[in-house]
């Protein structure tokens, strides 16, 4: 289990590279939900990037996380879910970013209510775009070179 405090820093420095570095210049009220819409995305962007599992898997679940962004799936659905993705990930921070999903959707779900609607928001046209990718192109590499 991630604490917030590990999500905002360990989980993210891990997979964002210069994000970690520049989100410490936004205003103090703007960082944690900023820094949980980032992991967010990356998560959803490390599903649709999962090459190993067929279009169709990879576009289901992009929904049911979507939904359990957007509060319409349990959690726990959401992890039973992810559970297929995360061996699958050769980059050993986007497997724990994966493992700390939940921890992200609880986080989401002690947010503010206005930072939690704005993240939902974003989070619903950033999956969107990843679905209509992967319906689009077979795979990250496909999309791509394009």
């Known amino acids: 289990m991630s604490t917030r405090p590990q999500l905002e820093t ?5 997979v964002s590279r210069s994000f ?3 989100i410490r210049f936004l205003p103090a009220r703007l960082r944690e939900p900023i820094a949980l819409a980032y992991l967010l995305a990356r998560a959803t962007d490390t599903v649709a990037d999962t ?13 049911m996380l ?7 799936a349990s959690r726990e659905v959401v992890v039973d879910l992810i559970a ?10 986007e497997q724990r970013l994966l493992e700390s999903l939940p921890d992200c959707l609880a986080w989401l779900e002690r947010m503010e209510q206005a930072d939690r609607t704005d993240i939902r928001v974003v989070l619903e046209k950033i999956t969107h775009g990843q679905k209509t990718r992967c319906w689009r192109w077979a795979s990250a590499t496909e999309w791509r070179s394009s």
Do not use: C, H, M, W
């Open 10 to 14: 360990t989980i993210l420095r891990s």
């Open 20 to 22: 970690y570095l520049s």
């Open 51 to 63: 090459a190993k599992i067929s279009r169709s898997v990879r576009i289901e679940t992009l929904k």
């Open 66 to 72: 979507s939904d359990g962004i957007q509060g319409k």
């Open 84 to 93: 297929s993705f995360v061996p699958l990930q050769t980059n050993a921070s």
